[in-house]
């Protein structure tokens, strides 16, 4: 297979990486609303900044999103200090909130987007100004942004940079010809490309100097480095694994090979799948018959460990599909019951929770043919097996992307029979259902409504703060 290079223009500087700055612990606020204007109070329930904003975020660190309602009716977006003054001006017609930093979006007069964004460790902001910015979850300060994209009759033609987001300095000028097909993101100091051209594919591993590692002949890498090591590929395909320096630990072997997660790997072989450690010992040989693309839980065909415990549907006997939660010893742990009414099917709701629970949900299917969640039951996963701690008993959980539910503060809140309560990990009341809506608790809080008015309640559930 030809390789083509990369043509580096320029290097500027080069940016240390690291794990994120602690920040100052900042007093803990929360958004309140009183005659249909919103602001913040403290944990005593003092308002804090008046109430004077559209829409109002919770802060994260020291910072929230705001919006303001402009005379056509849009909102626009601006982020505030703890003091309520404007760090971010609101003027911006969408702003996204990306852990470290947040992205500042706004349109130019031909109605394209623009990109730029507010770094939270020093407070630099960077106006709007590129055509894309890669706002992949990464533990580097280093961020790749497209500066100038043009079409020709070839592809794209793409001019990007690296650049520091602490400053807005540029730590390398890259050209691109061709359409990438993955940006890349640094992580754990490395950061994997790949780039679609006709002639061939590209890909390849940039350290911090900016410099493509070497591999054997014959070996690429695919994919991000993960827990120290990473895929490679050779010519015909097949999967091996690598540490990020091209050292290789397991030669192509394999049909395919997942990103490690918790001290595990899933790998394929012949349609089955398996487990391997980091150093590319079987675990669980390719055993499992498995089925691809289970998008309602966020995989698609990648499988990983959360929690001591990973999630995969596979094929039973005779066929039948099924879900099941594995342990890391390859041990299926729980697998979901086959049911004697054929419109009903049990499946997890979610990957699994800190302390090895998680949520399980029945889904009936409706006359008209739709499907719908009817009731979920919280279970304790254990290496043995599983328990049910609480039978289906509730009728939603909370709002979900069909990937993430966790305790906040040792509570949760769920819905029974139309109301919301919270209940502690072994599934028991703390705070009866008896609210329309309700959200996670933050330091010591949790906003809930009740009869159309909002409230934040302690632990007890008594109310701190009121909408009057």
């Known amino acids: 297979m030809k390789r083509l290079m990369l043509v580096w223009v320029m290097v500027l500087c080069l940016v240390p990486l690291g794990a994120w700055a602690e920040e100052e612990t900042a007093p803990a606020l929360y958004p309140i609303r009183e005659n249909g204007l919103w602001g913040y109070m403290n944990r005593a329930g003092e308002v804090v900044i008046e109430p004077q904003f559209a829409e109002a975020e919770s802060f994260t660190s020291s910072t929230a999103i705001v919006a303001q309602t402009q005379q056509n009716g849009k909102p626009v977006f601006g982020i505030i200090d703890q003091h309520g003054t404007p760090v971010v001006p609101i003027e911006y017609e969408q702003i996204e909130d990306c852990g470290p930093y947040y992205v500042v979006c706004d349109t130019e007069d031909l109605d394209e987007w623009v990109v730029g964004w507010y770094d939270k460790t020093s407070g630099y902001f960077q106006e709007p100004a590129y055509p894309f910015i890669d706002d992949t979850p990464s533990d580097s300060f280093l961020v790749a942004v497209d500066m100038e994209v043009v079409a020709d009759e070839d592809g794209f033609i793409i001019r990007g940079a690296y650049i520091d987001r602490r400053n807005g300095e540029i730590a390398m000028l890259y050209d691109l010809s061709g359409e990438p097909y993955s940006t890349g993101t640094f992580r754990e100091g490395y950061a994997y490309w790949l780039i679609e051209r006709e002639e061939a594919i590209d890909e390849f591993l940039l350290d911090l100097t900016f410099q493509r590692v070497k591999f054997p002949d014959g070996i690429w890498p695919r994919g991000d480095v993960r827990e120290g090591v990473l895929p490679i590929v050779d010519d015909k395909e097949l999967f091996g694994l690598a540490k990020p320096d091209g050292t290789v630990i397991l030669q ?14 899933f790998f394929e072989q012949d349609g089955k799948l398996g487990i391997m450690d980091l150093e ?16 309602d839980y ?4 990648e499988h990983f460990f959360r929690n001591g415990y990973a999630l995969a549907r596979v094929l039973g006997d005779g066929g039948t599909e099924m879900y099941v939660y594995l342990n890391r010893d390859g041990k299926i742990v729980w697998s979901s019951p086959v049911c004697t009414d054929e419109d009903t099917m049990i499946a997890p709701y979610a990957y699994v929770m800190e302390g090895g629970k998680a949520w399980i949900q029945k889904i009936e299917q409706q006359p008209d043919g739709t499907n719908k969640l009817t009731a979920c039951c919280l279970i304790q996963l254990t290496e043995d097996g599983s328990e049910d701690l609480s039978g289906y008993v509730f009728d939603k959980t ?9 305790f906040h503060e040792g509570l949760l809140h769920v819905r029974q029979k139309g109301l919301w309560g919270y209940i502690d990990e072994q599934a028991q009341w703390v705070i009866p259902p008896q609210y329309d809506s309700a959200d996670n608790f933050r330091d010591g809080l949790a906003l809930v409504e009740k009869g159309g008015r909002l409230m934040y309640i302690d632990h007890s559930g008594t109310v701190v703060w009121e909408e009057k």
């Open 252 to 265: 192509p072997l394999y049909d395919l090979i997942n990103a490690a997660s918790e001290g595990r790997m």
């Open 280 to 295: 590319g010992n079987v675990i669980l040989p390719a055993s499992l018959d498995w089925e691809p693309g289970w998008d």
């Open 298 to 301: 966020g995989g698609g065909e």
């Open 398 to 406: 909370i709002s979900s992307d069909g990937s993430v539910i966790d």
